[in-house]
T-cell receptor, first 115, second 113 residues
Framework: ETGVTQSPTHLIKTRGQQVTLRCSSQ?????VSWYQQALGQGPQFIFQYYREEENGRGNFPPRFSGLQFPNYSSELNVNALELDDSALYLCASSLGLTATNEKLFFGSGTQLSVL | DQQVKQNSPSLSVQEGRISILNCDYTNSMFDYFLWYKKYPAEGPTFLISISSIKDKNEDGRFTVFLNKSAKHLSLHIVPSQPGDSAVYFCAASGRGSARQLTFGSGTQLTVLP
């Protein structure tokens, strides 16, 4: 039990639609990261938010955007969905920004299918 | 361009024996390495880590070895137990990367009773 919850657990969308995925971080954690895990691959870093501002971004296009709220919740928004966006989306929360700290807690993920 | 590679998609080991999972990396800027374990329908959970200033870190049945010159790390599990059956991901981070982890593609470990 990591204290990180994601909703919904599963979602089916059509190509071209928009989707919002939600994450509730562990209490007190001011950093949230989002990862995309395609089938048979490891998680790939999308972006990170620290104190409600984007603090780092991976190799993902601008149609992937996010928000972090003061109540430790966050959102991942994806516009103009493509078939390749089908994946497991993982949210991870942590305290602070120290890169060497392994205290990164993952949620169980949202499985997104784009048809 | 995969900066972290796990070349064995799967590994089967008999209960009680040693499991050795391997990982290679290419980015010299990585200075911290972690192993995560993932069960189906759950998120990855942290298992063990090692800083680049060390060559070994041990935690109970789990030991991680780092060979910087070869850019190779391995996870040893001794003795292996059926509950260890899961996907194991190797991950790396670099100085100033604000916890951005670069993951390998994972190795499915099956421990046979």
């Amino acid at each position: 039990e990591t204290g990180v919850t994601q909703s919904p657990t599963h979602l089916i969308k059509t190509r071209g639609q928009q989707v919002t995925l939600r994450c509730s971080s562990q209490s007190g954690h001011n950093t949230v990261s989002w990862y995309q895990q395609a089938l048979g691959q490891g998680p790939q870093f999308i972006f990170q938010y620290y104190r409600e501002e984007e603090n780092g971004r991976g190799n993902f296009p601008p149609r992937f955007s996010g928000l972090q709220f003061p109540n430790y919740s966050s959102e991942l928004n994806v516009n103009a969905l493509e078939l390749d966006d089908s994946a497991l989306y993982l949210c991870a929360s942590s305290l602070g920004l120290t890169a060497t700290n392994e205290k990164l807690f993952f949620g169980s993920g949202t499985q997104l299918s784009v048809l | 361009d995969q900066q972290v590679k796990q070349n064995s998609p799967s590994l089967s080991v008999q209960e009680g024996r040693i499991s050795i999972l391997n990982c290679d990396y290419t980015n010299s800027m990585f200075d911290y390495f972690l192993w995560y374990k993932k069960y189906p329908a759950e998120g990855p959970t942290f298992l063990i880590s090692i800083s680049s200033i060390k060559d070994k870190n041990e935690d109970g049945r789990f030991t991680v070895f780092l060979n910087k010159s070869a850019k190779h790390l391995s996870l040893h599990i001794v003795p292996s137990q059926p509950g260890d059956s899961a996907v194991y991901f190797c991950a790396a981070s670099g100085r100033g990367s604000a916890r951005q982890l670069t993951f390998g593609s994972g190795t499915q470990l099956t421990v046979l009773p």
